[in-house]
Protein backbone atom coordinates (compact mmCIF):
# COMPACT_ATOMS: atom_id res chain seq x y z
CA UNK A 1 0.00 0.00 0.00
CA UNK A 2 1.24 3.44 -0.96
CA UNK A 3 2.28 5.48 2.20
CA UNK A 4 2.63 9.12 0.78
CA UNK A 5 0.28 9.25 -2.29
CA UNK A 6 -0.71 12.34 -4.42
CA UNK A 7 -3.02 13.06 -6.73
CA UNK A 8 -2.85 14.10 -9.81
CA UNK A 9 0.98 12.52 -10.84
CA UNK A 10 1.08 15.37 -13.76
CA UNK A 11 -0.75 18.79 -14.24
CA UNK A 12 -0.77 20.66 -17.11
CA UNK A 13 -2.83 23.50 -16.80
CA UNK A 14 -3.19 27.30 -18.33
CA UNK A 15 -1.74 30.63 -17.12
CA UNK A 16 -4.44 32.50 -14.83
CA UNK A 17 -6.16 29.49 -13.95
CA UNK A 18 -6.44 27.86 -10.19
CA UNK A 19 -5.68 24.18 -9.65
CA UNK A 20 -5.19 21.92 -6.02
CA UNK A 21 -3.07 19.15 -5.31
CA UNK A 22 -4.11 16.68 -3.01
CA UNK A 23 -1.92 14.63 -0.23
CA UNK A 24 -2.89 11.88 1.76
CA UNK A 25 -0.57 9.67 4.21
CA UNK A 26 -1.97 6.71 5.86
CA UNK A 27 1.50 6.29 8.19
CA UNK A 28 -0.62 7.80 11.16
CA UNK A 29 2.33 10.64 11.30
CA UNK A 30 1.60 13.75 12.81
CA UNK A 31 3.55 15.92 10.42
CA UNK A 32 2.80 17.12 6.47
CA UNK A 33 4.97 19.11 4.64
CA UNK A 34 5.14 20.41 0.77
CA UNK A 35 7.94 20.90 -1.32
CA UNK A 36 8.62 22.22 -4.66
CA UNK A 37 11.45 20.88 -6.88
CA UNK A 38 12.36 22.54 -9.61
CA UNK A 39 14.03 21.96 -12.73
CA UNK A 40 17.38 21.99 -11.40
CA UNK A 41 16.14 19.71 -9.00
CA UNK A 42 16.76 22.14 -6.74
CA UNK A 43 14.24 21.06 -3.58
CA UNK A 44 12.51 23.92 -1.03
CA UNK A 45 10.37 23.33 1.68
CA UNK A 46 6.79 25.44 1.01
CA UNK A 47 4.93 24.62 4.14
CA UNK A 48 4.55 22.24 7.28
CA UNK A 49 1.53 21.19 9.18
CA UNK A 50 1.59 19.38 12.32
CA UNK A 51 -1.90 17.39 13.11
CA UNK A 52 -3.57 20.46 11.19
CA UNK A 53 -1.55 22.98 12.48
CA UNK A 54 0.86 25.26 9.95
CA UNK A 55 4.37 25.03 11.56
CA UNK A 56 6.59 26.31 8.39
CA UNK A 57 5.35 28.79 6.13
CA UNK A 58 8.16 29.71 3.79
CA UNK A 59 8.11 32.80 1.74
CA UNK A 60 5.58 31.51 -0.85
CA UNK A 61 3.08 33.50 -3.08
CA UNK A 62 0.05 34.21 -0.88
CA UNK A 63 -1.74 32.03 -4.33
CA UNK A 64 -0.35 29.35 -3.04
CA UNK A 65 -2.82 27.97 0.39
CA UNK A 66 -2.15 24.78 1.96
CA UNK A 67 -5.11 22.88 3.96
CA UNK A 68 -5.42 20.22 6.13
CA UNK A 69 -8.79 18.69 6.67
CA UNK A 70 -7.46 16.41 9.30
CA UNK A 71 -3.78 15.13 9.70
CA UNK A 72 -3.95 12.23 7.21
CA UNK A 73 -4.22 14.90 4.29
CA UNK A 74 -2.62 17.97 3.17
CA UNK A 75 -3.71 19.80 -0.21
CA UNK A 76 -2.11 22.73 -2.20
CA UNK A 77 -4.48 24.78 -3.70
CA UNK A 78 -2.66 27.51 -5.76
CA UNK A 79 -4.45 30.30 -7.81
CA UNK A 80 -3.95 32.73 -10.95
CA UNK A 81 -1.10 29.83 -11.73
CA UNK A 82 1.70 31.57 -13.36
CA UNK A 83 4.45 30.10 -15.67
CA UNK A 84 6.92 30.20 -12.55
CA UNK A 85 4.88 27.65 -10.71
CA UNK A 86 5.96 25.50 -13.43
CA UNK A 87 7.44 22.50 -10.98
CA UNK A 88 7.32 18.80 -9.33
CA UNK A 89 5.59 19.55 -5.87
CA UNK A 90 6.39 16.41 -3.15
CA UNK A 91 4.60 15.86 -0.58
CA UNK A 92 5.99 14.21 2.92
CA UNK A 93 5.28 13.40 6.03
CA UNK A 94 6.98 12.12 9.43
CA UNK A 95 5.91 10.93 13.17
CA UNK A 96 7.46 14.20 14.58
CA UNK A 97 8.71 17.15 13.49
CA UNK A 98 11.47 17.11 10.80
CA UNK A 99 14.48 16.70 13.08
CA UNK A 100 15.46 14.64 15.64
CA UNK A 101 15.83 11.97 13.57
CA UNK A 102 12.36 11.51 12.43
CA UNK A 103 12.65 9.92 8.71
CA UNK A 104 10.35 12.06 5.86
CA UNK A 105 8.49 9.55 3.72
CA UNK A 106 8.07 11.43 0.35
CA UNK A 107 5.18 10.98 -2.21
CA UNK A 108 5.71 10.47 -5.71
CA UNK A 109 5.59 13.86 -7.28
CA UNK A 110 3.09 15.81 -8.98
CA UNK A 111 4.72 17.47 -11.95
CA UNK A 112 2.80 20.90 -13.17
CA UNK A 113 3.11 22.36 -16.07
CA UNK A 114 1.78 26.16 -16.37
CA UNK A 115 1.52 26.90 -20.19
CA UNK B 1 19.87 24.59 -0.93
CA UNK B 2 21.18 28.23 0.05
CA UNK B 3 23.13 27.03 3.14
CA UNK B 4 24.37 23.81 2.32
CA UNK B 5 25.97 23.12 -0.67
CA UNK B 6 27.05 19.97 -3.21
CA UNK B 7 28.73 19.54 -6.39
CA UNK B 8 26.11 18.73 -8.97
CA UNK B 9 28.16 15.80 -10.79
CA UNK B 10 29.92 12.80 -10.03
CA UNK B 11 30.50 9.82 -12.00
CA UNK B 12 32.65 6.71 -10.84
CA UNK B 13 33.63 3.10 -12.55
CA UNK B 14 31.00 0.59 -11.35
CA UNK B 15 32.73 -1.15 -8.16
CA UNK B 16 34.76 1.78 -7.49
CA UNK B 17 33.37 4.30 -4.48
CA UNK B 18 31.87 6.98 -4.37
CA UNK B 19 32.04 9.82 -1.93
CA UNK B 20 29.73 12.54 -1.97
CA UNK B 21 30.47 15.40 -0.20
CA UNK B 22 28.55 18.45 1.33
CA UNK B 23 29.05 21.55 3.25
CA UNK B 24 26.18 23.26 5.34
CA UNK B 25 26.61 26.82 7.51
CA UNK B 26 24.53 26.32 10.26
CA UNK B 27 26.44 25.09 13.21
CA UNK B 28 23.63 24.50 15.11
CA UNK B 29 22.23 21.65 12.78
CA UNK B 30 21.57 18.67 14.68
CA UNK B 31 21.18 15.94 12.62
CA UNK B 32 22.18 15.73 9.15
CA UNK B 33 20.69 13.29 6.15
CA UNK B 34 21.62 11.63 3.39
CA UNK B 35 18.10 11.55 0.88
CA UNK B 36 18.50 9.44 -2.32
CA UNK B 37 16.20 10.44 -5.27
CA UNK B 38 15.52 8.23 -8.14
CA UNK B 39 14.51 9.04 -11.55
CA UNK B 40 10.75 9.93 -11.45
CA UNK B 41 10.29 9.12 -7.80
CA UNK B 42 10.40 11.11 -4.58
CA UNK B 43 12.84 10.97 -2.12
CA UNK B 44 13.85 8.42 0.10
CA UNK B 45 15.77 8.49 3.16
CA UNK B 46 19.23 6.56 3.11
CA UNK B 47 21.19 7.36 6.64
CA UNK B 48 21.36 10.03 9.15
CA UNK B 49 24.03 11.01 11.71
CA UNK B 50 23.84 13.10 14.96
CA UNK B 51 25.53 15.87 15.05
CA UNK B 52 27.89 14.67 17.79
CA UNK B 53 28.93 11.43 16.09
CA UNK B 54 31.90 11.94 13.32
CA UNK B 55 31.15 8.52 11.37
CA UNK B 56 28.19 6.15 11.06
CA UNK B 57 28.39 3.27 9.05
CA UNK B 58 25.90 0.96 7.66
CA UNK B 59 26.32 -2.01 5.28
CA UNK B 60 27.89 -0.11 1.86
CA UNK B 61 27.21 3.54 3.22
CA UNK B 62 29.32 5.43 5.56
CA UNK B 63 29.10 8.75 6.54
CA UNK B 64 31.52 11.43 7.82
CA UNK B 65 30.72 14.10 9.64
CA UNK B 66 33.61 17.22 10.31
CA UNK B 67 31.44 19.39 12.61
CA UNK B 68 34.57 21.57 12.97
CA UNK B 69 34.89 22.46 9.20
CA UNK B 70 30.80 21.80 8.47
CA UNK B 71 31.84 19.16 6.37
CA UNK B 72 29.66 15.85 5.77
CA UNK B 73 30.31 13.07 2.99
CA UNK B 74 28.53 10.03 2.12
CA UNK B 75 30.95 7.35 0.68
CA UNK B 76 29.25 4.41 -1.23
CA UNK B 77 31.30 1.37 -1.48
CA UNK B 78 31.61 -1.13 -4.96
CA UNK B 79 29.10 1.18 -6.48
CA UNK B 80 26.63 -0.57 -8.03
CA UNK B 81 24.35 0.79 -11.90
CA UNK B 82 21.34 1.01 -8.99
CA UNK B 83 23.34 3.48 -7.09
CA UNK B 84 22.85 5.83 -9.73
CA UNK B 85 20.38 8.78 -8.39
CA UNK B 86 20.55 11.79 -7.24
CA UNK B 87 21.77 12.42 -3.54
CA UNK B 88 20.77 15.03 -1.21
CA UNK B 89 22.47 16.26 1.99
CA UNK B 90 20.32 17.90 4.35
CA UNK B 91 20.27 19.40 7.96
CA UNK B 92 17.82 20.15 10.24
CA UNK B 93 17.50 23.22 11.93
CA UNK B 94 15.47 25.08 13.78
CA UNK B 95 15.14 25.65 17.96
CA UNK B 96 12.93 22.04 17.62
CA UNK B 97 14.49 21.19 14.59
CA UNK B 98 11.42 21.59 12.77
CA UNK B 99 12.63 22.34 9.71
CA UNK B 100 14.74 20.51 6.87
CA UNK B 101 17.47 22.28 4.57
CA UNK B 102 18.09 20.64 1.30
CA UNK B 103 21.59 20.72 -0.76
CA UNK B 104 21.01 20.77 -4.16
CA UNK B 105 21.79 17.08 -5.08
CA UNK B 106 24.36 15.14 -6.64
CA UNK B 107 23.70 13.50 -9.57
CA UNK B 108 25.87 10.22 -9.62
CA UNK B 109 26.32 8.50 -12.71
CA UNK B 110 28.29 5.21 -13.11
CA UNK B 111 30.14 4.12 -15.60
CA UNK B 112 30.50 0.98 -17.15
Known amino acids: DTAVSQTPKYLVTQMGNDKSIKCEQNLGHDTMYWYKQDSKKFLKIMFS???????INETVPNRFSPKSPDKAHLNLHINSLELGDSAVYFC??????????????FGPGTRLTVL | GEDVEQSLFLSVREGDSSVINCTYT??????LYWYKQEPGAGLQLLTYIFSNMDMKQDQRLTVLLNKKDKHLSLRIADTQTGDSAIYFCAESRGSSASKIIFGSGTRLSIRP
Open chain 2, 26 to 31: DSSSTY
Open chain 1, 92 to 105: ASSRGGAGGGNEQF
Open chain 1, 49 to 55: YNNKELI
